[in-house]
């Protein structure tokens, strides 16, 4: 993992938008990168520099829900915050399902953005922070009975409780039973962060 | 609403309260919560937090009258499933509901 300072990635395609956004940037100590589309965002990505997205949500080429979702694919945990100046809210609701830090409408006030890139920031060191304890993920997963280690595999691909409970056999109400303590053993707050754990151990066993 | 959410396939249980529903939802097997943004006796965030200590894992739909989005995306935050238009009930009920109750 990199030790470099954080970066606040721009991606709009309008580039008076990037280049004021990246001047605020830069006025309050951060480093800023700008870029003006998903694509040239999506080929430079290096998972392994800490620091947060700025994206627009309508762009020409590939939109900035789009490229959330390729991130999502590659296991991606930069935090996004989409900008918009047409969203609505079925748009807002679906970023947000899909693992979006926040969602920000045009305009909006300069302090704004800068309050939600420092909580995205922080997020991003103490997700960086939880996921570098490898090891200790590790322990906790070995710590789980096979039971529960079957549960957080199928709810970490996704799968509602109801579908683990007819997969594995059981009722819905044991497996919610088996992913409470799932959660306490894995020290997961949410599901988002359990699945950042498995993506993690599983990335420490395929790149040791 | 009833009419829909039956139309939908789903078995429904009404309860008058946010508490009420953390009772049932300890007792009974559910697939999703629908709750107003607004409660007597607590809001939709404080009924969502409750619920994933008592039963993680439930989806909390969230209906809201003609939210902004920044509502829409507080609520999001606190761990709603998804946030509802009340004057688009039925769209939104397709589209984040109905997945739930085929299991996906």
Redesign the interface.
């Known amino acids: 993992m990199k030790a470099t300072a954080p970066v606040v990635y721009i991606v709009d395609d309008d580039e008076a938008v990037r280049g004021s956004l990246r001047m605020l940037m830069r006025s309050v100590g951060l480093q800023a990168q700008a870029l003006g589309s998903a694509r040239e965002f999506l080929d430079g990505y290096d998972r392994h520099q800490s620091g947060c997205l700025v994206l627009d949500v309508r762009m020409p080429g590939m939109s900035g829900m789009e490229l959330q979702q390729q991130l999502n694919q590659r296991g991606a945990t930069i935090p996004v915050i989409f900008i918009s100046g047409h ?4 748009m ?2 679906e970023a ?2 899909h693992g979006a830090f ?2 920000l ?1 045009k305009p909006f006030r300069d302090q704004e953005l800068l309050d939600r890139v420092q909580r995205a920031l922080a997020r991003d060191a103490q997700s960086r922070a939880s996921l570098a304890a490898g090891a200790q993920i590790r322990e906790r997963i070995e710590s789980l009975t096979p039971r529960e280690l079957q549960v957080m595999q199928l ?1 970490t691909q996704g799968k ?4 683990v409970g ?1 997969t594995l056999g059981v ?3 044991t ?2 039973i088996h ?2 303590h799932v ?1 306490e053993k894995m020290h997961a707050r ?2 988002a962060e359990l699945v950042r754990m498995v993506l993690d151990a599983e990335d420490a066993t395929q790149n040791p | 609403m009833d009419r829909l959410l039956r139309a939908m396939g789903a078995h429904v249980t009404h309860c008058k309260s946010g508490r009420e529903a953390l009772g049932i939802a300890a007792s ?2 559910l ?1 999703c919560v629908l709750a107003p943004v607004h409660m007597a006796d607590m809001s939709a965030t404080t009924l969502i937090d409750a619920l994933q200590q008592t ?5 909390v739909i969230v209906i809201v009258d003609n ?1 902004a ?2 509502e ?2 507080e609520v ?2 606190f ?1 709603a ?3 509802v ?1 009340s004057r688009r009930l039925s769209t ?1 009920l397709y ?2 509901l109905a997945p ?1 109750l085929r ?2």
């Open positions: 969203g609505d809210v079925p807002a609701v947000m399902q926040d969602f409408q709810v509602a409780n109801k579908v007819a009722s819905q109400r497996v919610e992913r409470a959660m949410s599901l | 009974r097997s697939s039963a993680p894992g439930l989806k939210p989005i920044s829409a995306v999001m935050q761990g499933h998804a946030v238009d939104g589209a984040h739930l299991g996906q």
